[in-house]
């Protein structure tokens, strides 16, 4: 995957193979990002193609007499704005195609942020960032085939709501072409053949997310029926390390 980090603006992607977790702007905390553009750009088989993400991060009070220790300079609230994603193909994505708002990262207790197992187990929630806006994002022709999940998530909070996010051609289809195979898809680029690895990393993701969902249950059953989970957590280890 691509993932652009703290402080990171006036940047451009094109013309790529994406796999796993995609394109990814995050997790991004009390800092600025801004002017940056994803264009021509196919993903098949990916986790979460687009990955916008701030992580829970206290605000702060900005002193320049005392700047902070680190590589970017820290905000009152983290900025996301000015991105741009353009001319995208994205294939049978693992879960949704576009993802705006919180890092889904967290376990299933924590109920101020963003579960990695939400919504498919009931207990597990998703809030907002407290800390963090996004404004102006553009999605020009970007096209999703046969998604998992819904057309996306798009989540804000009540002190930074979600400001001007456009949708210019923007299609989700729930079906996948005939003749639209992994080889005609890479074959678009301006080099031949892809990355075997490419569809190994869409199992990675997959059973990691599998195996975080079947420790939450261990957690909560019975002596019998943890075994038997355990078994199942084994294998999806196992199937793990062979793609790897």
Not at 66 to 95: Q, S, V
Not at 150 to 164: L, T
Not at 176 to 201: N, R
Request: with cysteine; charged share 15%.
């Amino acid at each position: 995957c691509i993932a652009l980090k703290d402080g990171v603006s006036n940047v451009l992607v094109e013309r790529v193979n994406a796999s796993c977790l995609g394109l990814a702007i995050g997790s991004i905390g009390n800092s600025h990002n801004s002017n940056i553009t994803f264009r021509d750009i196919i993903m098949h088989k990916s986790l979460k193609p687009i990955y916008l993400k701030f992580r829970n991060e206290d605000p702060v009070e900005y002193d320049p007499l005392k700047p902070c220790p680190c590589a970017y300079e820290r905000m009152e609230y983290g900025l996301i704005e000015n991105i741009l994603f353009e001319n995208i193909i994205i294939n049978e994505p693992a879960t949704w195609p576009v993802w705006l708002g919180p890092a889904q990262q967290t376990n299933v207790r924590d109920p101020s942020s963003c579960s990695l197992a939400w919504p498919v187990i009931p207990s597990a929630t998703c809030v907002g960032q407290p800390h963090g806006k996004y404004r102006n994002i553009v999605f020009r022709n970007v096209t999703t085939f046969q998604p998992l999940f819904s057309a996306g998530v798009i989540m804000g909070s009540e002190n930074f709501p979600v400001e001007n996010v456009v949708f210019d051609n923007v299609k989700v289809l729930p079906f996948t072409p005939s003749g639209l195979t992994v080889d005609s898809l890479f074959a678009a680029l301006p080099y031949e053949g892809y990355d075997e690895y490419v569809q190994y990393s869409f199992i990675i993701c997959t059973t990691v997310i599998l195996a975080i969902m079947i420790r939450f249950l261990l957690l909560r059953s019975h002596a019998k029926r943890r075994s038997c989970l355990n078994i199942i957590l084994l294998v999806l280890g196992l199937i793990g390390l062979y793609c790897v």
